[in-house]
C-alpha cells in the first residue's frame, strides 16, 4: 500500500485537488482556485526572482488598480504589488541571511571531506 501510494502521489494529490475544488466550487466557494497561481508565484519567488522582476516589469502597465473598480477603496495594483512586496521581502531575508550567516560553520552547513 505504502509502496504504490509512493509511485502515484503526484496522482493522488492532483485528484484530492480537483474533487476538493468541485465540492467547494458546487458550494460557491471559490478561494482554491487560486492556489495554483499563488503556489506558482512562490515557486517563481524562490527559483527564478530575475524572471519574475522581467514579468513584474512587463505587467506593470497592465496592471488593474483596486480603487478605479469601487471595491472598497483599496489603492492597490494587481498583479504587480503584491509581487513587489513579495519580491522586497524576499531580498530582505535573503540579505539579513546572508549578513547574519557569512561563513559556512555559522549555519551549521559543514563541508564535506
Keep these: 500500500m505504502v509502496r504504490a501510494l509512493k509511485a502515484y502521489w503526484i496522482a493522488a494529490v492532483c485528484t484530492g485537488f480537483v474533487l476538493l475544488n468541485a465540492l467547494l466550487t458546487a458550494n460557491?466557494?471559490?478561494w482554491l482556485v487560486l492556489l495554483p497561481a499563488v503556489l506558482?508565484?512562490?515557486?517563481?519567488?524562490?527559483?527564478?526572482?530575475?524572471?519574475?522582476?522581467?514579468?513584474?516589469?512587463?505587467?506593470?502597465?497592465?496592471?488593474?488598480?483596486?480603487?478605479?473598480?469601487d471595491l472598497g477603496g483599496i489603492g492597490i495594483s494587481l498583479p504587480t504589488e503584491p509581487l513587489m512586496?513579495?519580491?522586497?521581502?524576499?531580498?530582505?531575508i535573503s540579505s539579513h541571511w546572508n549578513a547574519t550567516c557569512s561563513t559556512r560553520a555559522c549555519c551549521g552547513i559543514r563541508s564535506r571531506p
Design 85 to 92: 512586496v513579495g519580491v522586497t521581502l524576499l531580498f530582505l
Design 28 to 30: 460557491e466557494v471559490y
Design 40 to 69: 506558482l508565484i512562490g515557486w517563481a519567488m524562490v527559483a527564478v526572482p530575475d524572471k519574475l522582476l522581467l514579468f513584474i516589469a512587463f505587467a506593470t502597465p497592465l496592471s488593474i488598480n483596486l480603487e478605479e473598480l
